[in-house]
């Protein structure tokens, strides 16, 4: 039996769809490569300015998830047999930007760890975004054991987010709680 041309056109707009895709993949994972390289070094400034010790130890275990992720992403390029190309994400860089900001404002007030939670929740929802598109990539190409390893790191980054809105509930009460008692 022949392919017939149109199969055959079918056929070689599929294999560029899975090339563009492969492509586009390996772009993002760069991409993100790029983004937790630049978290490893925005963390720490936001460890040193939180006041409250909860949201420190929760800065902090990011930090170790996050130097771990970077790890991952090599191993995710390595199990398709890729290397990451360098380059510099350009939504992290804005959204640290923006963080530091925001934390220049607020130092010495009494809302420095709410800001400091705000920065910090817009960086995991842009990963939790950001993974779980890779994610859902790997697996419709296939890649299952980078799309096992992009789950981890994305639960992590799901873990993470939960964990900032929990010490929210905390910094807040503690703020108020501090106004009461000094009123």
């Given at each position: 039996?022949?392919?017939?041309?149109?199969?055959?056109?079918?056929?070689?707009?599929?294999?560029?769809?899975?090339?563009?895709?492969?492509?586009?993949?390996?772009?993002?994972?760069?991409?993100?490569?790029?983004?937790?390289?630049?978290?490893?070094?925005?963390?720490?400034?936001?460890?040193?300015?939180?006041?409250?010790?909860?949201?420190?130890?929760?800065?902090?275990?990011?930090?170790?998830?996050?130097?771990?992720?970077?790890?991952?992403?090599?191993?995710?390029?390595?199990?398709?047999?890729?290397?990451?190309d360098e380059k510099t994400c350009a939504a992290m860089k804005g959204i640290?930007?923006?963080?530091?900001?925001?934390?220049d404002e607020q130092k010495g007030k009494s809302s420095l760890d709410a800001?400091?939670?705000?920065?910090?929740?817009?960086?995991?929802?842009?990963?939790?975004?950001?993974?779980?598109?890779?994610?859902?990539?790997?697996?419709?190409?296939?890649?299952?054991?980078?799309?096992?390893?992009?789950?981890?790191?994305?639960?992590?980054?799901?873990?993470?987010?939960?964990?900032?809105?929990?010490?929210?509930?905390?910094?807040?009460?503690?703020?108020?709680?501090?106004?009461?008692?000094?009123?």
């Amino acid at each position: 039996m022949k392919n017939t041309p149109s199969k055959d056109k079918e056929s070689e707009s599929a294999n560029r769809m899975d090339n563009d895709l492969h492509k586009l993949f390996l772009d993002e994972l760069s991409d993100l490569y790029s983004a937790e390289k630049q978290l490893t070094q925005a963390l720490p400034k936001m460890i040193k300015a939180a006041i409250s010790p909860e949201l420190k130890e929760a800065i902090q275990a990011h930090l170790k998830e996050t130097q771990n992720q970077v790890s991952r992403l090599e191993e995710v390029a390595e199990s398709v047999g890729e290397e990451l190309d360098e380059k510099t994400c350009a939504a992290m860089k804005g959204i640290i930007e923006e963080a530091g900001e925001l934390l220049d404002e607020q130092k010495g007030k009494s809302s420095l760890d709410a800001a400091i939670i705000a920065a910090a929740q817009k960086v995991e929802h842009y990963e939790i975004a950001s993974y779980g598109t890779v994610r859902a990539w790997a697996e419709q190409m296939g890649h299952d054991d980078a799309a096992q390893l992009l789950q981890e790191t994305l639960d992590e980054e799901s873990a993470a987010d939960e964990k900032l809105t929990e010490v929210a509930a905390t910094v807040g009460n503690e703020s108020g709680e501090d106004r009461r008692e000094n009123e």
